[in-house]
């Protein structure tokens, strides 16, 4: 499988599906408690909801950029700052939206191969702690930005479960409802 046919679709329909949680929680709550959301945790050490947003789109465009063997631009590093400091300034729910469609719009811009680099191409790959990982562009794909960015949308989608946004499968997988077999459709 190419990298593009694999992470474009992965990346642009949980994307969708994110925005998709944001759009039903606030039309299940009042504005100011939706709102509110952007700074729920799971966890007192983890980052809040602002933040699992903006880094998971954060990892969809850095991938698109590395893959493509091209340097990031100011965007990807504000919105890592703006992930961040999402505690202390974690924008709007429109923000948020703005975000995940400025990402989909990117990765729906891509050529057809853009991202099919060789399998084998050499990936540095460096985090802020300063630590550097000699990755594979496959290695980078399946083991990092794949994983990251998995890790960020269900760290998202957990918290707002957690906060009782009444999400459920369909929810995560509605890009899937079109392929479902009628007879095989739950009755009720």
């Known amino acids: 499988m190419r990298l593009t046919t694999l992470l474009v679709p992965t990346y642009t329909n949980m994307l969708k599906a994110l925005s998709g949680w944001l759009r039903k929680a606030q039309a299940q709550m009042p504005e100011a408690e939706a709102e509110a959301l952007l700074l729920a945790r799971l966890a007192p050490d983890m980052f809040p909801l602002s933040t699992q947003i903006r880094f ?22 504000e919105l890592i700052e703006e992930g961040r400091n999402a505690s202390e300034s ?5 923000d948020a939206q703005d975000r995940i469609s400025e990402t989909v719009a990117l990765l729906e811009a891509l050529p057809p191969r853009a991202l099919d680099m060789e399998p084998d191409s050499p990936i540095p790959h460096e985090i802020p702690s300063g630590m550097i990982f000699d990755l594979t562009a496959e290695q980078y794909a399946r ?12 760290t998202a989608y957990a918290i707002l479960r957690s906060e009782k946004v ?5 929810d995560y997988i509605p890009h899937l409802i079109p392929h479902l077999r009628p007879a095989a459709e739950p009755e009720g």
Not at 143 to 154: E, G, K
Not at 166 to 170: C, M, Q, T
């Open 90 to 94: 974690p924008g709007s729910l429109a």
């Open 143 to 154: 083991d990092w930005t794949v994983a990251q960015f998995y890790f960020h949308v269900m």
């Open 166 to 170: 009444e999400l459920g499968k369909a």
């Open 56 to 77: 998971a789109c954060v990892q969809a465009q850095e991938a698109a950029h590395r893959l493509q063997g091209l340097p990031f631009p100011a965007s990807i590093g």
